[in-house]
């Protein structure tokens, strides 16, 4: 038998297809936004993501299985006992086995949801061997940075207004200081506020946690790859909380070290000025903004 032949249009597509997911398994993330009219979650890009996707799936495909069923039950029984079929109604009122079977068969699925559910909360609770911490605290309406290992480096993060917006940067969604973190890393975050309730969220990596005046509460993530990571407060907080976004940029190792160098000298005491009313935002590829937004 001859080896089957290819046209060189096939053939040619079929290489580029290949090339485009050789390419996707190692590409960075890039930013992790919401999409439009999306109906699922956002990608996950660390392992706690992952199982909130897995969890999600298991509970969505029990919840599916039982909606045909009743549905299917229900129409089976309106067709099959119908008043043409059966002018005279029963008179039955119990029946053993289906009592037991429908207080049973919930307890088991309830269990069966419960199990992964719990060990979730268990999981992304915390790690035991952090390679870093992360102290977040929530103002109204602005984020603190504290990173108590590396000096105690420590900034804030605003809104950076639509009118001074860059192309390409998204509205609401914009900061002048992004947080920034190692990939592959344990990160502990340890969330807590200076004023009221907030809720540090960011769906592409997992994080949701509340940050409440007198309280830290700890939770942590790995991200999995270099990119742009988006997030808002989950928890109104007053007039301005929808002008409380989160950027975490994920960056290698060696890229975080010079970051630190770089922020420790931008950041320090002396250095960076207070913010005010004047304050402009500022840019750059990992975090250059020697000043910070005014509150918004």
């Not at 809104?159 to 969604?173: A, E, S, T």
Request: hydrophobic share 45%; proline share 8%.
């Amino acid at each position: 038998m001859k080896r089957p032949t290819y046209a060189p249009s096939r053939l040619a597509a079929a290489t580029l297809v290949s090339a485009f997911f050789s390419v996707l398994a190692t590409a960075p993330a890039l930013a992790q936004v919401p999409s439009p009219w999306a109906i699922t979650m956002q990608a996950g890009f660390s392992p706690v993501k992952r199982d909130i996707i897995a969890l999600n799936h298991l509970v969505l495909g029990i919840v599916i299985f039982i909606t045909l069923l009743v549905g299917g039950l229900l129409a089976w029984v309106i067709w099959r006992y119908n008043a043409k079929r059966h002018p005279v109604p029963t008179t039955t009122s119990h029946n053993t086995v289906v009592e037991i079977a429908w207080t049973v068969i919930p307890i088991l699925i309830l269990v069966a949801m419960a199990i992964p559910s719990f060990r979730l909360v268990y999981y992304e609770d915390r790690t035991d061997n952090p390679d870093l911490t992360v102290k977040v605290t929530g103002h109204q309406w602005y984020w603190e940075y504290t990173y108590p290992a590396l000096k105690n480096l420590d900034f804030s993060s605003y809104i950076i207004p639509y009118n001074k917006l860059k192309p390409g940067q998204l509205r609401l969604l914009t900061v002048d200081n992004d947080l920034v973190l190692p990939v592959g890393k344990n990160i502990r975050l340890l969330e807590t506020s200076g004023d009221v309730i907030h809720s540090f969220f960011i769906p592409s990596l997992g994080v949701q946690r509340y940050a409440i005046p007198g309280r830290t509460i700890e939770t942590w993530v790995r991200i999995d790859k270099p990119g742009v990571y988006y997030g808002e407060c989950n928890q109104i907080c007053g007039t301005n909380h929808s002008r409380m976004p989160i950027v975490v940029r994920g960056v290698t190792p060696a890229e975080f070290q010079a970051w630190v160098g770089q922020a420790q000298k931008q950041f320090s005491a002396d250095a960076a000025p207070p913010a005010g009313p004047d304050a402009q935002p500022g840019g750059g590829v990992l975090l250059a903004s020697a000043t910070t937004e005014a509150r918004r």
